[in-house]
């Protein structure tokens, strides 16, 4: 089993900054490839970026390559993704995940998520 907290959501005007963690637990943690989804309401789920715990990222959406970056830090098992330059249309619920690079990147589905935290981002 792995438990994964998402904290650092909230509300920041347009141009503004927000850095989202996920703490991550459980033993087999870092057999996992780990990513962090966004959805907004009326809108199919997004893979934004993801990470192997090596520290190789594997994957950025193409609205927010050059704003967002995702890292890690092995020694407390926590996940980030630093959001910079934020637009209205990066309002959504982020939720961290963990799976397979494949089922992350290509079918957007993750063997754990975490609950998702909230980003408001007024214009």
């Known amino acids: 089993q792995v438990q994964l907290v998402e904290s650092g959501g909230g509300s920041v005007q347009a141009g503004g900054s927000l850095t989202l963690s996920c703490a991550a637990s459980g033993r087999t943690v870092s057999r996992y490839v780990m990513g962090w989804f966004r959805q907004a309401p009326g809108k199919e789920r997004e893979l934004v970026a993801a990470i192997r715990w090596s520290g190789d990222s594997l994957h950025y959406a193409d609205s927010v390559r050059g704003r967002f970056t995702i890292s890690r830090d092995n020694a407390k098992s926590t996940v980030y993704l630093q959001m910079n330059n934020l637009k209205s249309d990066d309002t959504a619920v982020y939720y961290c995940?963990?799976?397979?690079?494949?089922?992350?990147?290509?079918?957007?589905?993750?063997?754990?998520w975490g609950q998702g935290t909230q980003v408001t981002v007024s214009s």
């Open positions: 995940a963990a799976g397979s690079a494949h089922s992350l990147a290509v079918i957007n589905k993750a063997d754990y």
